[in-house]
């Protein structure tokens, strides 16, 4: 990078602080400028290339725009119809609502043992094997049933199926139920119990169950080839050996053919927005019912005083990626990736915001992305003229120190 081009990027980094400190300072709020310009001055600070942001109040969308590229080269613009990798989000989205379906169908329950339908579901020894046995459907979806955040597959020269086996055999660090462990080996299990109860793969029961029946027509695993104009990449990645674009940035999920519980769904805010109304609407949306009433309640309510973890979903507290405003019996989920969804009832709101915040490297995310998100989120409420505050969720220390508010 030329020397002018660096002292270009400090000019734009100074404006953009110059102008915070101008129309921030001395005001309650922490909406300073326009949503678009704010996005804007994310990306002038290196928070994310490009984003595409949709607020949607009840059945209206009161705001959907998307600014920037899709990598800092600034050759291709975002379009709001761009096509985003979810990453974790999938969890949520996707794997979360497959079990909601088979439980109302009744072919699964929330205290079913996960072994019922995974047999393989074995430890490293005997003694893990009958522990095993006691992990519930509930507890995959609470991160509660003891597995590790994370293991690297991945790395493994086998089959699948041999890759598969070693998820299933994946030790405990901790009893069924005793402690709250975010997990995407847990996910992995559960996407696993998924296709054994609907008697096919993840992706199709999905297509099935809930994308098609929404009418969520850019809602894909895998997306296919035709798609790449649209879709944002994500990392530079050795393992990869290049750009991640167009198939899933989770390298476990890509070494397990695309599609697992914890991540590889790709969608668009459009999509989004569809399944939010949804959700918002009890279960129904346009006349079409997904699910009723009270599967949606009781899958977003926290499952225990302890946790902020609900049933596939999160909740807001501390440094909440949802912002300051956002309703304690709100829900929602993020992705690593740099997705955040969040669902708000009680004051009809859902916000959702996709970026590529991985691009170019994974680095680039700590800590600016994690600082603008929870702003973003904030400043959507205030641009409904939400300010009650949720006492439960804590500001970033940057926002704290620049807004001289807690």
Request: hydrophobic residues 40%.
């Amino acid at each position: 990078m030329s020397s002018r081009t660096i002292l270009g990027h400090i000019f734009i980094i100074l404006a953009v602080i110059s102008t915070m400190l101008v129309t921030g300072c001395g005001k309650k709020g922490l909406k300073y400028a326009p949503l678009e310009i704010m996005l804007q001055d994310a990306i002038a600070d290196s928070a994310w290339p490009g984003a595409v942001m949709l607020i949607g109040r009840g059945d209206e969308i009161v705001f959907y725009e998307a600014v920037g590229y899709h990598t800092y080269e600034k050759l291709e613009p975002v379009t709001k119809d761009d096509i985003f990798d979810l990453a974790s989000m999938s969890k949520a989205v996707g794997t979360t609502s497959a079990v909601m379906k088979l439980i109302e169908s009744g072919k699964l329950k929330l205290d079913d043992p996960a072994s019922a339908y995974l047999p393989q579901l074995h430890g490293p020894d005997p003694v893990q094997t009958a522990i095993k046995k006691n992990i519930r459907v509930r507890h995959l979806l609470a991160h509660t049933a003891g597995f590790e955040p994370f293991r690297l597959f991945y790395h493994m020269d086998v089959s699948q199926e041999a890759r598969w086996d070693s998820v299933f055999q994946s030790p405990l660090l901790t009893k069924p139920g005793d402690k709250t462990l975010y997990s995407d080996i847990g996910l992995m299990v559960l996407g696993k119990v998924v296709e054994s109860v609907a008697g096919m793969p993840l992706d199709r029961y999905l297509e099935q169950q809930i994308f098609a029946p929404l009418g969520m027509r850019d809602t894909y695993y895998n997306p296919p080839a035709s798609l790449l104009p649209r879709i944002v990449p994500t990392e530079i990645n050795a393992w990869h050996g290049g750009l991640v674009h167009g198939f899933v940035h989770d390298e476990n999920t890509y070494s397990l053919g695309g599609v697992a519980g914890h991540a590889g769904l790709f969608s668009t805010a459009g999509d989004l927005s569809r399944f939010s109304r949804m959700m918002l609407n009890g279960g129904e949306l346009e006349g079409t019912r997904v699910f009723k009433p009270q599967t949606v309640e009781m899958f977003t309510r926290p499952v225990s005083r302890t946790s902020s973890r609900c049933l596939g979903w999160d909740s807001p507290e501390g440094e909440c990626s949802g912002g300051i405003y956002v309703h304690p019996h709100s829900y929602g989920h993020t992705g690593f990736t740099g997705t955040s969804i969040w669902i708000d009832p009680e004051n009809k709101v859902y916000v959702i915001l996709l970026t590529n915040a991985v691009h170019p490297d994974r680095d680039y995310k700590h800590p600016k992305y994690f600082d603008w998100r929870q702003l973003m989120h904030s400043a959507a409420y205030e641009e409904l003229g939400i300010t009650v505050r949720n006492r439960n969720v804590i500001l970033k220390q940057r926002w704290r120190e620049h807004f001289g508010r807690n």
